[in-house]
């Protein structure tokens, strides 16, 4: 095979049918499964496999189904569940419209999908109060997710007891989700560039889409949340990743308020944003008698300056959850500056996983990688960095590393509060 030639001949392909931006995938990923393919469908040239493409819509959609890689499992990230339930509770008090519409992109095999639907039951939210869509662009995803059955690796994090017993049966080590839970959620196949797909203004109260615009270049990520904000009713939400908040337009979006969710507010009116304003108390005896403020001007004298020891005030030193904060607000070079004021015996797993975080939300993949392998240094089961770094190898190609990585993190699940 002639790699570089006729791989860049799949990858636009591959480009012209998802969207996806070759650069977050790792060229080694598009070798991989072409090569996979080729061998699944007994053909050894190149050319002839890119003629069966050419022709086949099934062919480009098994290609484009070994490219992506699911990673998803019940509650990942649940503070962005949390922030769901903040924002529909608020429709609730002021007697909005029911049911409330949700949308799940790409919903890959479901897990997300349904665990909106648990948290809805769990927060009082009754069947015909809310509907569910699930997209996702393979349909071997969507007939997993419609199937309804998991392994154990879809638990990364341990659901409660009573969770698990409510609304799941077990059959040896599958999982079965239950049929309350599984009639309130329509799985669909389709493309979010396609026509057809959020194809209603206005339409959905709160959209899930996560880690999905990190995979296109500027202009399909243009495109794409053109369509999510159009979707999105006023004062809808909108859950995105965590690396993806700089594309949200902060005129039309406020933070939800819930940290860690990525959650965001929409408004179809400028947000007004309040200015700060220094107010000394010599400004506000003027301002609360302007008749006076002439000869304020002119009787006030300034009073001598300190000596600079008084003047000065010992400063608190930054924390952890500051940066974090930070890096929430999408700060992130000033989240990095802050980390870098830390000494050597603050330099945690924690530390160095939020570091991770941040060089990936800056798409700095090496300094993000290397930031991952000292927090496991320091921690080896260290969930966090685990999942992170497993994710990231997905991306440059590296399968096996990051299969082995999620070996690991299957053996130190932590709780679900």
């Given at each position: 095979?002639?790699?570089?030639?006729?791989?860049?001949?799949?990858?636009?392909?591959?480009?012209?049918?998802?969207?996806?931006?070759?650069?977050?995938?790792?060229?080694?990923?598009?070798?991989?499964?072409?090569?996979?393919?080729?061998?699944?469908?007994?053909?050894?040239?190149?050319?002839?496999?890119l003629?069966?493409?050419?022709?086949s819509?099934?062919?480009i959609?098994?290609?484009?189904?070994?490219?992506?890689?699911?990673?998803?499992?019940?509650?990942?990230?649940?503070?962005?569940?949390?922030?769901?339930?903040a924002?529909?509770?608020?429709?609730?008090?002021?007697?909005?419209?029911?049911?409330?519409?949700?949308?799940?992109?790409?919903?890959?095999?479901?897990?997300?999908?349904?665990?909106?639907?648990?948290?809805?039951?769990?927060?009082?939210?009754?069947?015909?109060?809310f509907?569910?869509?699930?997209?996702?662009?393979?349909?071997?995803?969507?007939?997993?997710?419609?199937?309804?059955?998991?392994?154990q690796?879809?638990?990364?994090?341990?659901?409660?007891?009573?969770?698990?017993?409510?609304?799941?049966?077990?059959?040896?080590?599958?999982?079965?989700?239950?049929?309350?839970?599984?009639?309130?959620?329509?799985?669909?196949?389709?493309?979010?560039?396609?026509?057809?797909?959020?194809?209603?203004?206005?339409?959905?109260d709160?959209?899930?889409?996560?880690?999905?615009?990190i995979?296109?270049?500027?202009?399909?990520?243009?495109?794409?949340?053109?369509?999510?904000?159009?979707?999105?009713?006023?004062?809808?939400?909108?859950?995105?990743?965590?690396?993806?908040?700089?594309?949200i337009?902060?005129?039309?979006?406020?933070?939800?308020?819930?940290?860690r969710?990525?959650?965001?507010?929409?408004?179809?009116?400028?947000?007004?944003?309040?200015?700060?304003?220094?107010?000394?108390?010599?400004?506000?005896?003027?301002?609360?008698?302007?008749?006076?403020?002439?000869?304020?001007?002119?009787?006030?004298?300034?009073?001598?300056?300190?000596?600079?020891?008084?003047?000065?005030?010992?400063?608190?030193?930054?924390?952890?959850?500051?940066?974090?904060?930070l890096?929430?607000?999408?700060?992130?070079?000033?989240?990095?500056?802050?980390?870098?004021?830390?000494?050597?015996?603050?330099?945690?797993?924690?530390?160095?996983?939020?570091?991770?975080?941040?060089?990936?939300?800056?798409?700095?993949?090496?300094?993000?990688?290397?930031?991952?392998?000292?927090?496991?240094?320091?921690?080896?089961?260290?969930?966090e960095?685990?999942?992170?770094?497993?994710?990231?190898l997905?991306?440059?190609?590296?399968?096996?590393?990051?299969?082995?990585?999620?070996?690991?993190?299957?053996?130190?699940?932590?709780?679900?509060?």
């Amino acid at each position: 095979m002639n790699t570089v030639l006729d791989i860049n001949k799949f990858i636009d392909i591959i480009h012209a049918e998802t969207g996806i931006d070759s650069s977050t995938m790792g060229e080694y990923s598009y070798i991989s499964a072409v090569q996979k393919c080729m061998q699944e469908a007994g053909i050894e040239e190149p050319s002839d496999y890119l003629d069966l493409l050419r022709n086949s819509r099934e062919e480009i959609t098994r290609l484009v189904e070994e490219i992506i890689v699911p990673e998803t499992w019940f509650f990942r990230d649940e503070y962005a569940f949390d922030a769901l339930i903040a924002e529909l509770n608020k429709k609730k008090k002021i007697n909005e419209d029911f049911p409330v519409r949700v949308l799940s992109l790409p919903s890959s095999t479901g897990e997300e999908a349904y665990s909106i639907a648990i948290k809805l039951f769990e927060n009082g939210y009754k069947a015909n109060m809310f509907s569910i869509e699930a997209f996702d662009i393979s349909q071997r995803n969507i007939d997993c997710a419609q199937r309804g059955i998991y392994r154990q690796h879809s638990f990364r994090n341990i659901l409660p007891e009573h969770i698990m017993n409510k609304y799941f049966t077990k059959d040896k080590d599958l999982h079965q989700i239950s049929d309350q839970v599984k009639k309130t959620v329509r799985f669909k196949q389709g493309n979010l560039f396609h026509e057809n797909i959020l194809s209603n203004p206005s339409y959905y109260d709160a959209i899930f889409c996560r880690n999905l615009l990190i995979y296109f270049n500027s202009n399909e990520k243009k495109k794409a949340f053109e369509k999510l904000n159009a979707s999105l009713k006023d004062k809808g939400i909108l859950l995105i990743g965590h690396s993806e908040s700089s594309i949200i337009p902060t005129e039309f979006y406020a933070q939800c308020g819930i940290p860690r969710s990525f959650g965001f507010i929409k408004s179809t009116l400028p947000l007004k944003r309040k200015k700060k304003s220094v107010v000394t108390k010599k400004t506000a005896a003027i301002q609360k008698n302007p008749s006076t403020k002439k000869v304020a001007a002119k009787t006030l004298k300034p009073r001598p300056e300190q000596p600079e020891i008084i003047q000065k005030r010992p400063s608190r030193k930054p924390t952890l959850k500051d940066a974090r904060t930070l890096a929430d607000r999408s700060q992130f070079e000033e989240a990095l500056v802050m980390l870098d004021t830390f000494s050597s015996n603050l330099q945690t797993a924690d530390f160095f996983t939020l570091k991770g975080t941040i060089y990936s939300a800056l798409t700095q993949a090496d300094q993000a990688e290397a930031a991952y392998r000292k927090a496991l240094f320091l921690s080896p089961k260290h969930q966090e960095a685990l999942i992170h770094l497993a994710f990231l190898l997905d991306k440059k190609g590296e399968h096996k590393q990051s299969q082995l990585l999620r070996k690991r993190v299957e053996k130190s699940r932590i709780k679900v509060k």
